[in-house]
């Protein structure tokens, strides 16, 4: 009997993937990552509370197997939060998920299994995995469910994670994923998806990088293309590209964010149509459907998690970067956040925008 370990949130997604893993006739017990530690008056909307682990208990005491619960709250620290605080700072836009997914869930998970034995991983991302004869690659793929497809989140996984990885809702619905843990009777079937990022659940970056770092951040000259002074901002990690409320400025015709200067700690400002680009250089690559690039690849891209696939040509770049070539301009494409390439449903890898 195969054996599997299930990252197990506490929410229904994690909680119908073990669910039919143990129907497959697998071996499994469920983990309970704990990372964070959420603020109490933001918990209702937050992760990693204490009653996502009861929950998890709950479900895996139903399920009749093992659960447990590992700290890695100081990994979270180094490598997910303190990644996003100091992106900030540099004048990018993180994804704090997609780190989260690549230094802590996944790479812990195979730590776990490798030690212990278990032949996969399992967890409950909207997503599959496929394994290429031709190509002796495994594959990472788009859910069927395009509204919940979290392929993007993922685009960091290697040949040898992706390899041990199941996931059992790639085939299927939000919808029928609730209908299955209401048939079997879970107690987080209605349970609420967990919202905006875990240790930021208010949405205000500023402030808690502001608290988390014990820095202030001056206020300083919003300027035009031109470099003429507009008006004055109130710290420069208070703003994102493309961002047009909040600005507060009296100004006779709308304007966005479209570049911020650290060194100068300015903010310049253009209209919408300025804020379309054609191309972008990205680093710390990783290609999952393919082992190099050769040559020029058409395929598809996406600058951001809601964003829509776009219609590119992928270049190799200098020193181990990519160079993104749109066939029509992209709006705000944004340092720090992570671009994706499909070809039709499949990833054929991602890297981070610079």
Known sequence: MPKAIIAMSGGVDS????????????????????????????????????????????????????HRVIDFESNFKEFVIDRFVSSYMCGGTPNPCIDCNRFIKFSKMIEIAKEEGFDYIVTGHYARVAYDEESDRYLLKKGIDESKDQSYVLYSLTQDTLSRLKLPLGELSKERVREIAEEFGLSNANKKDSQDICFVTDGKYADFITSYTGKTFADGDFVDLS???????????????????????????????????????????CLDDELFSSELIADDVNLISIKEIKEPLKLQAKIRYKHEQADATLYPYEDDKIRLVFDTPQRAITRGQAVVMYLSDTVVGGATII
Do not use: F, W
């Open 227 to 269: 470099g003429n002074v507009l008006g004055r901002h109130k710290g420069i990690i208070r703003y994102t590209i493309g961002q047009r409320r909040g600005l507060n400025l009296a100004l006779p015709q709308s304007m966005y964010v479209c570049k911020k200067d650290i060194d100068t700690n300015t903010v310049t400002l």
């Open 15 to 66: 909680s119908v993937a073990a669910l039919l893993m143990k129907q497959q006739g697998y071996d499994i017990i469920g983990v309970t990552l704990k990372l964070h530690t959420p603020e109490v008056d933001s918990m209702e909307q937050s992760c990693c509370t204490e009653q996502d682990i009861i929950d998890a208990k709950n479900v895996c005491d139903r399920l009749g197997i093992e």
